[in-house]
C-alpha cells in the first residue's frame, strides 16, 4: 500500500541542499514528510538519520530535531531498537481523519464564506476552478487532483483563521498522503462540487457552502474507504507458494 515523487535536484554527497529561508530542522522535517506523503518511504519502512543526513549535506541534529513532530503529526512511530518507521496507514485512522476534516474542513468553508460576505475576493477559487475544468477537457487525473487539493488549500487561506490553520496543516499532510495511496475515484464529480461551493462561498452563503463541504467530505469518505479495506485485505492476504521445485540426485 504505498506511493511516487516529487523531485529534487540531486546533491553531491555532503553538498548541502539550497534552501533559503528554511531552517535546518525545517528542512529535514519537509524533505522526509514529502516522502512519506508521496510513498517513496513505504509504510513500516525505517528512516535511518545518516542516511537522510547524508542525502540533505547536513548534520544529524536537524533531522534528530525534526522527528519528533513528524511523529505527533502520525507520519512515523519511534520503535525501540528500530529508530523512526512510518507509520501504517489503518481504516480507523482513515475514519478518524474524516470525522476531523468533517468539523474543520467545514468550519474553515464557513469562515471563508462569512469573509466573502464581508467582501472578501474569491477569486482565487475561480482561477483554480478554470484550471480544473481544463484538465477534465485534457483528461488529465494528475493536474485535476493537484488542482482540487489546492483548491481545499485556498477555502483554508481565505477563511482567514491563523488558528485554523495551524490546526488543519497536519491534517493536509496526511489528506494527501492518503490519496496518494487511494486516488479519488470520482474526481470529476469533486470537482462539480467545488464549482458548487465556490458559487456558494463567494456569494458569502455561509449556511449553504458548510452544507456542501459536509457532504463533499462525506462523499469522499464512502467511496475511500472501501478502498482502504480492500487494500489492507489483499496486504493481508498469504501469496499463493510457487511450483515446488523438485532437485533430483544423479546417482
Known sequence: MSIPERERPPTAEGEPVDTPGLSLDQLAYEWVRERIIDGTYKPGARI??????????????????AFPRLESEGFIRSLPRRGAVVASLTVRDVNELYDVRGSLEVLATRLAAE???RGA???ILREILEEAERAVAANDG???SATNSRFHAAI??????????????PILGRVNRLFYIVPESDQVNFHHEHAELYRAISSGQADLAAALAFAHVEHSRRDTIPVVQSLLDAADTPRP????????RTP
Not at 483554508?156 to 496543516?169: F, H, I, P
Open 115 to 117: 469573509q466573502c460576505g
Open 156 to 169: 483554508l487561506t481565505l477563511s482567514d483563521n491563523l488558528l485554523l490553520q495551524d490546526l488543519m496543516a
Open 121 to 123: 475576493s474569491a477569486e
Open 142 to 144: 494528475v493536474l485535476l
Open 241 to 248: 507458494a510457487g511450483p515446488r521445485q523438485v532437485v533430483r
Open 48 to 65: 535511518r538519520e545518516r542516511a537522510v543526513a547524508e542525502e540533505l549535506g547536513i548534520s544529524r541534529i536537524p533531522i534528530r530535531e
